[in-house]
């Protein structure tokens, strides 16, 4: 009688993990969608790693991605609590400058999509802070519309419109 050998397999978990870390190492997928999966399924943590800034760090830190990709993974860390500097060491290609640029864009509201991570801060600090909403596209239009027929801006439109619903107007 023979004896065949028995293969144990991991735990499920920790092959989708070990599967979604994989593909981004060697890109074979959709590096954007594969982040963002990582994300989504805290795909770390079956890993034994505490956090996304942890697994990264160990996995991917000698791995330099496009630009485009870098606020998903940096976002994701801040939203850890990491630091600037936490940030600069861990994601080849995000400098000091780059990381604190991309925290000021997180607070701000941009999203990962237009998050760019560059632009130095100025001696004195801007005036004002853009603020993003998501608008559909034709109600857009219909305000700008609107706006324009009174001789003003949609921006100053919804700037008043904020002071009024926060009880703020003069």
Same mark, same amino acid.
């Given at each position: 009688?023979?004896? @065949? /050998?028995?293969?144990?397999? =991991?735990? =499920?978990?920790?092959?989708?993990? *070990? #599967?979604?870390?994989?593909?981004?190492?060697?890109?074979?997928?959709? !590096?954007?969608?594969?982040?963002?999966?990582?994300?989504?399924?805290?795909?770390?943590?079956?890993? $034994?790693?505490?956090?996304?800034?942890?697994?990264?760090?160990? #996995?991917?830190?000698?791995?330099?991605?496009?630009?485009?990709?870098?606020?998903?993974?940096?976002?994701?860390?801040? @939203?850890?609590?990491?630091?600037?500097?936490?940030?600069?060491?861990?994601?080849?290609?995000?400098?000091?400058?780059?990381? %604190?640029?991309?925290?000021?864009?997180?607070?701000?509201?941009?999203?990962?999509?237009?998050?760019?991570?560059?632009? #130095?801060?100025?001696?004195? =600090?801007? *005036?004002?802070?853009?603020?993003? !909403?998501? !608008?559909?596209?034709?109600?857009?239009?219909?305000?700008?519309?609107?706006? /324009? @027929?009174? $001789?003003?801006?949609?921006?100053?439109?919804?700037?008043?419109?904020? %002071?009024?619903?926060?009880?703020?107007?003069?």
């Amino acid at each position: 009688m023979s004896r @065949r /050998k028995v293969i144990s397999t =991991p735990d =499920p978990a920790v092959a989708w993990a *070990e #599967k979604l870390w994989g593909e981004l190492r060697t890109g074979l997928f959709s !590096v954007e969608k594969t982040i963002a999966q990582i994300i989504h399924d805290k795909a770390w943590e079956p890993l $034994g790693y505490n956090s996304f800034t942890e697994a990264w760090s160990a #996995k991917l830190a000698d791995i330099s991605i496009a630009s485009e990709l870098r606020a998903h993974v940096v976002y994701e860390m801040y @939203r850890e609590g990491a630091t600037e500097e936490d940030v600069a060491r861990a994601v080849k290609g995000v400098g000091l400058d780059s990381a %604190e640029a991309f925290k000021r864009e997180m607070e701000n509201g941009v999203p990962t999509s237009l998050a760019t991570g560059r632009g #130095k801060p100025k001696t004195k =600090p801007d *005036e004002f802070i853009t603020v993003f !909403v998501k !608008v559909p596209r034709e109600q857009h239009r219909k305000w700008s519309r609107i706006a /324009k @027929r009174n $001789g003003t801006t949609l921006p100053r439109i919804m700037f008043a419109a904020t %002071e009024v619903e926060m009880g703020e107007q003069k």
